[in-house]
Nanobody
Framework: QVQLVESGGGLVQAGGSLRLSCAAS????????MGWFRQAPGKEREFVAA????????TSTDSTKGRFTISRDNAKNTMYLQMNSLKPEDTAVYYC?????????????????WGQGTQVTVSS
């Protein structure tokens, strides 16, 4: 099992930026793919973005496209999500997750390890 710790969430005004980090430890050989998901109260958990060890990426097709950028530093076992032009509808708990294999899946059921999440709140 991989241990995942998210950080970087907080309060921000609409139009501002945040950078989330996800630090992995333990059996890091299994975090071939690292991804970000988010969940707002009363809504389903949704895919945001994911990236594998080779840098292949997948992004959501919703309003986050073009505003959020995913990256990773394999030497540090850390993944990042740069969020720009934040909107109130981006308010959610953001989760880091990992899966074995190179396929950059958008299905949360295919991810085996999860962090505890970090709260992002965007005020209008």
């Amino acid at each position: 099992q991989v241990q995942l710790v998210e950080s970087g969430g907080g309060l921000v005004q609409a139009g501002g930026s945040l950078r989330l980090s996800c630090a992995a430890s333990g059996r890091t050989f299994s975090n071939d793919v690292m991804g970000w998901f988010r969940q707002a109260p009363g809504k389903e958990r949704e895919f945001v973005a994911a990236i594998n060890r080779d840098g292949a990426r997948a992004t959501s097709t919703d309003s986050t496209k073009g505003r959020f950028t995913i990256s990773r530093d394999n030497a540090k076992n850390t993944m990042y999500l740069q969020m720009n032009s934040l909107k109130p509808e981006d308010t959610a708990v953001y989760y880091c997750a990992t899966r074995v294999g190179l396929r950059v899946s958008q299905n949360p059921r295919e991810y085996s390890d999860w962090g505890q999440g970090t709260q992002v709140t965007v005020s209008s």
